[in-house]
């Protein structure tokens, strides 16, 4: 029973264009989202975050964008750039949280094209 | 400062061997997770521990697998009996109570 899902295992762009990666999510409860990063023989790096009172959190090129009626998230990428191919996982905790664990979905990988 | 290390990067051993991985968090980090990324998968959950306490174990598979903690730093997970299916990356983070987890590296897994 899967209760985050990245549907898209893979998504390719070409430089300069936006990356949209999505992320759905089962549990109305869960109130903190996550975006992790992840390259090749490293661990996940957290990219951006977004609590459940807002729709939209920006950092530079990333911005995060929240659909509580929909329980959807998404992370936007502009303009990609070639250093952003990696695998990307979305990730939901219930916050407050006593333990902090994270549920994770499957991941996709995104490759941006010089 | 240092982040989150793991050892060892590769394990390979026989089916129904035991294993030890081990995580050394970031310095002062009093939470400190393991995951797990099976072929295709994303990260499982597994078990978190703060100081040296488990409050949740919920994510172990089995009784095959333990953990623990010693002086609110360097955690060990064992697991007896290996099966195939215990394959994965096995993946450590650390954090402040709260805050971004960091993570290490990970143990790549593979049984025979």
């Known amino acids: 029973d899967q209760q985050v899902k990245q549907n898209s295992p893979s998504l390719s762009v070409q430089e300069g264009r936006i990356s949209i990666l999505n992320c759905d999510y089962t549990n109305s409860m869960f109130d903190y989202f996550l975006w992790y990063k992840k390259y090749p023989a490293e661990g996940p790096t957290f990219l951006i975050s977004i609590s459940s009172i807002k729709d939209k959190n920006e950092d530079g090129r990333f911005t995060v964008f929240l659909n509580k009626s929909a329980k959807h998230l998404s992370l936007h990428i502009v303009p990609s750039q070639p250093g952003d191919s990696a695998v990307y996982f979305c990730a939901v905790k219930k916050f407050p949280t006593l333990t902090g664990k994270l549920i994770f979905g499957q991941g996709t990988t995104l490759q941006v094209k010089p | 400062g240092a982040g989150v290390s793991q050892s060892p990067s590769n394990k390979v051993t026989e089916k129904g061997k035991d294993v030890e991985l081990r995580c050394d968090p970031i310095s002062g980090h009093t939470a400190l997770y393991w995951y797990r990324q099976s072929l295709g998968q994303g990260l499982e959950f597994l078990i978190y521990f703060q100081g040296n306490s488990a409050p949740d174990k919920s994510g172990l598979p089995s009784d095959r697998f333990s953990a623990e903690r010693t002086g609110g730093s360097v955690s060990t997970l064992t697991i007896q009996r290996t099966q195939q299916e215990d394959s994965a990356v096995y993946l450590c983070?650390?954090?402040?109570?709260?805050?971004?987890?960091?993570f290490g590296p990970g143990t790549r897994l593979t049984v025979t």
């Open positions: 983070a650390s954090s402040l109570l709260g805050d971004e987890q960091y």
